[in-house]
Nanobody, 126 residues
C-alpha cells in the first residue's frame, strides 16, 4: 500500500501548482483522501480533504477560494490545485488517506488518517 505525491516545485508569488497523489495497493474508492502541509519548524496542518465518493469536500479557512481538491478514481489519484500562491505557503505537502467508505465523515486532523505519502516540496518565491 503506497501513496506517491508529486507535482511540487518552485513557483513565483501568484503562481499555480497542481499536486498529484497516486495510490497503489488499495481499493482507492474506499478511501477518504486529504492534503496537509508542513513548513519548517511548524506542525503539520490540514489543507483539504474529500470523501470516498467525492461527495463532500473540506478546506482549511486559510485556503478557501484558492485551493481545489479533486479525485480521479480511474487513475487512483487525488489532486490539489493551488492558485494565487504566496511565500507563506512554502512547505512540504503530504497526501493522506483513511479507509472510510459509505460515510461522509471526514477528518481535518493528521491523527484521523492512517496512510501517508512521502511529501512533495512546494516553494513560493517572493
Amino acid at each position: 500500500v503506497q501513496l506517491q505525491a508529486s507535482g511540487g516545485g518552485l513557483v513565483q508569488t501568484g503562481g499555480s501548482l497542481r499536486l498529484h497523489c497516486e495510490a497503489s495497493g488499495l481499493i482507492f474508492t474506499n478511501y477518504a483522501m486529504g492534503w496537509f502541509r508542513q513548513a519548517p519548524g511548524k506542525e503539520r496542518e490540514f489543507v483539504a480533504a474529500t470523501t470516498w465518493n467525492d461527495g463532500k469536500r473540506l478546506y482549511a479557512d486559510s485556503v478557501k477560494g484558492r485551493v481545489t481538491i479533486s479525485r480521479d478514481d480511474a487513475k487512483n489519484t487525488v489532486y490539489l490545485q493551488m492558485n494565487s500562491l504566496k511565500p507563506e505557503k512554502t512547505a512540504v505537502y503530504y497526501c493522506a488517506g483513511r479507509r472510510s467508505p459509505y460515510t461522509l465523515a471526514l477528518g481535518t486532523t493528521a491523527m484521523w488518517y492512517d496512510l501517508w505519502g512521502q511529501g512533495t516540496q512546494v516553494t513560493v518565491s517572493s
